[in-house]
């Protein structure tokens, strides 16, 4: 089989998991939703009582990481994040856990059982587009098609605030405009795997582009280079 690995990174609120699980399904490959992990692990850690802004805890999310290992059930459509028996996908957009999620994906400890736990996935199913905030740069940096996914965050606020209020959930497009502008300045400044735009990547800001826009755009661009 020939291995096809496509890398969506790019800041919060961009709609890469869509975007990536909708390239996928045309390109007929996986989809891994890596901020779906760093998610988990957060809502993991807040029903375990932990704080992932205090240092004190920090060893501890990073050991509650190794002995509950996170995997998906990739027969549903999306996969769903569970670890043990424990289905953690129902938690992983609620308000705390994304305030939190940045100071878990911080934790060089924990970035490194993940990004170990990646690469086997990428491993057992070699076609797959993945979508998080270092595939391209570190998970993957030999993938066949890299591409980073950004837009302002206004833009991000408000596409964000419309998935909530779909999904049926109260959604204040300040505060969460505030949230991502927050996201980006940790991401972008942490010392492990920083947020940043891999040199061999290509940049689109989808701020003036729908949902199927940057879809069309992205299959394109992979078939263009003969890699369907």
Not at 36 to 56: C, F, I, K
Not at 186 to 206: F, G
Request: charged content about 35%; glycine content about 6%; some cysteine.
């Amino acid at each position: 089989m020939r291995r096809l690995i496509v890398t969506l990174d790019g800041p919060a609120g961009t709609g890469k998991s869509t975007v990536a699980q909708r390239l996928a399904k045309r390109l007929g490959v996986e989809f891994l939703d890596t901020g779906a992990m760093y998610r988990g692990l957060t809502a993991l850690a807040l029903h375990r009582g932990l704080a992932p802004d205090q240092e004190t805890d920090a060893s501890l999310i990073v050991e509650l990481a190794r002995v509950n290992p996170l995997r998906f059930n990739w027969a549903e459509d999306p996969p769903r994040l569970l670890t043990g028996s424990i289905d953690l996908t129902g938690r992983l957009r609620d308000d705390d856990v994304t305030r939190h999620v940045s100071d878990v994906a911080r934790l060089s400890g924990v970035r490194r059982q993940l990004v170990e736990r990646q690469r086997d996935i990428g491993r057992q199913h070699p076609r797959l587009v993945s979508e998080g905030r270092d595939q391209g740069s570190v998970v993957f940096p030999d993938a066949e098609a890299k591409f980073f996914l950004d837009a302002s965050a206004d833009v991000r606020a408000r596409r964000r605030a419309d998935q909530l209020r779909a999904a049926g959930r109260t959604a204040h497009e300040a505060e969460i405009r505030r949230q991502i502008i927050e996201r980006d300045r940790k991401d972008s400044t942490r010392d492990v795997a920083p947020l940043i735009c891999p040199e061999d990547a290509e940049n689109i800001d989808t701020s003036a582009m729908t949902l199927a826009d940057v879809v069309d755009h992205l299959e394109a661009r992979v078939r263009e280079r003969g890699l369907a």
